[in-house]
């Protein structure tokens, strides 16, 4: 019976995601969509990163607004937090005490080597604080504290886990089997890979200058209808898929992994059409898509009593089994517990 348990055993997952603005068709067709089905598969966690968030200067007012809007999106998305932990960062202290702990286990050089540091303090240079520099061990910590097995990564996240599992390894070389050593999680069908909508050579991002460029979750039909029509294309005029047609492609990308079609049935289906009933069809895609989502976002976020029972359980939850993994960590540094 014990070894049919063992067997039985899911992996734990983790994802968390900071609440500095709302999330876009990039995050969602990227990562989101897919998070209540690890549900099915994995022991899952999910978190909104607030800490993380005030390495960069954040208005409080808004700053708790957008991460109470970020919860609510996440059981929008469809994630269940009976079925698994779904928590804010901010109300589970042991994040802070182990994000402390393992800044003292990891080396400075190796900080300083994080590509990310060197891009947030070039675009923030009036601010270039501790945090900003140290958010690597903290990140460490988030993934640690509940000993996950696999982290659903990004290419831009990849080293952020390196430095992860380098300082696991270095504390289990020092005292022994205490942290579980993550592994990155590649998605069996490749995610979409969702551009700008004005500049296609660029990642669909929630920092784009152009707010035309990117379709966030929360977005109405009329806003959505209206980013499409006005999406970079080429002088072509033909819907087909190759080298030099980055906005169609980008395009034909959003509208097959929303409605599942092949790229090749696109381009059969709109052989002979123009560009405006391209997006005209991609944008009423993506409406639908993200109706039913939208629908339940609002529903969460006008329960207020509700969404508050479900971060506090969250936050139990979250806090009972983090406190295992920080207490058998302040045992072997030699704190008093």
Same mark, same amino acid.
């Given at each position: 019976?014990?070894?049919?348990?063992?067997?039985?055993?899911?992996?734990?997952?983790?994802?968390?995601?900071?609440?500095?603005?709302?999330?876009?068709?990039?995050?969602?067709?990227?990562?989101?969509?897919?998070?209540?089905?690890?549900?099915?598969?994995?022991?899952?966690?999910?978190?909104?990163?607030?800490?993380?968030?005030?390495?960069?200067?954040?208005?409080?007012?808004?700053?708790?607004?957008?991460?109470?809007?970020?919860?609510?999106?996440?059981?929008?998305?469809?994630?269940?937090?009976?079925?698994?932990?779904?928590?804010?960062?901010?109300?589970?202290?042991?994040?802070?005490?182990?994000?402390?702990?393992?800044?003292?286990?990891?080396?400075?050089?190796?900080?300083?080597?994080?590509?990310?540091?060197?891009?947030?303090?070039?675009?923030?240079?009036?601010?270039?604080?501790?945090?900003?520099?140290?958010?690597?061990?903290?990140?460490?910590?988030?993934?640690?504290?509940?000993?996950?097995?696999?982290?659903?990564?990004?290419?831009?996240?990849?080293?952020?886990?390196?430095?992860?599992?380098?300082?696991?390894?270095?504390?289990?070389?020092?005292?022994?089997?205490?942290?579980?050593?993550?592994?990155?999680?590649?998605?069996?069908?490749?995610?979409?890979?969702?551009?700008?909508?004005?500049?296609?050579?660029?990642?669909?991002?929630?920092?784009?200058?152009?707010?035309?460029?990117?379709?966030?979750?929360?977005?109405?039909?009329?806003?959505?209808?209206?980013? #499409? +029509?006005? &999406? /970079?294309?080429?002088?072509?005029?033909?819907?087909?898929?190759?080298?030099? !047609?980055?906005?169609?492609?980008? @395009?034909?990308?959003?509208?097959?992994?929303?409605?599942?079609?092949?790229?090749?049935?696109?381009?059969?289906?709109?052989?002979?059409?123009?560009?405006?009933? #391209? +997006?005209? &069809? /991609?944008?009423?895609?993506?409406?639908?898509?993200?109706?039913?989502?939208? !629908?339940?976002?609002?529903?969460? @976020?006008?329960?207020?009593?509700?969404?508050?029972?479900?971060?506090?359980?969250?936050?139990?939850?979250?806090?009972?089994?983090?406190?295992?993994?920080?207490?058998?960590?302040?045992?072997?540094?030699?704190?008093?517990?």
């Amino acid at each position: 019976m014990a070894e049919q348990q063992i067997a039985e055993k899911r992996k734990r997952s983790l994802s968390l995601i900071q609440p500095t603005s709302v999330p876009t068709l990039g995050n969602y067709l990227g990562a989101m969509r897919g998070w209540a089905d690890f549900q099915q598969e994995f022991d899952t966690v999910y978190g909104v990163a607030d800490l993380h968030s005030i390495t960069v200067r954040q208005d409080p007012q808004k700053l708790r607004k957008q991460t109470n809007e970020l919860f609510a999106m996440l059981l929008a998305l469809g994630l269940d937090p009976d079925k698994g932990i779904v928590f804010i960062q901010s109300q589970v202290p042991t994040h802070a005490q182990l994000g402390w702990i393992l800044n003292c286990y990891t080396q400075f050089g190796e900080l300083s080597r994080m590509t990310q540091f060197k891009d947030k303090a070039a675009q923030h240079k009036d601010n270039v604080n501790a945090g900003l520099f140290t958010y690597p061990c903290l990140m460490a910590a988030d993934i640690l504290l509940y000993q996950a097995d696999i982290v659903p990564v990004g290419a831009d996240q990849k080293q952020h886990l390196e430095i992860t599992r380098d300082i696991a390894e270095r504390f289990n070389g020092i005292y022994g089997n205490v942290f579980t050593v993550p592994k990155a999680y590649i998605p069996k069908t490749g995610a979409a890979r969702v551009m700008s909508l004005q500049d296609p050579t660029r990642k669909m991002s929630k920092s784009d200058p152009n707010p035309k460029g990117t379709i966030y979750l929360t977005d109405p039909p009329e806003t959505i209808m209206k980013k #499409f +029509k006005s &999406a /970079v294309t080429d002088s072509d005029m033909c819907v087909r898929f190759a080298q030099g !047609k980055d906005g169609i492609n980008n @395009l034909m990308t959003i509208y097959s992994a929303v409605t599942g079609d092949s790229l090749e049935k696109i381009e059969s289906d709109f052989a002979g059409k123009g560009y405006g009933d #391209f +997006k005209k &069809a /991609v944008g009423e895609a993506v409406v639908a898509e993200l109706e039913p989502v939208q !629908k339940k976002y609002n529903e969460f @976020l006008n329960d207020k009593q509700y969404l508050k029972e479900c971060q506090q359980k969250g936050a139990e939850k979250a806090l009972r089994i983090s406190s295992r993994t920080l207490g058998k960590v302040m045992k072997k540094v030699g704190f008093l517990v």
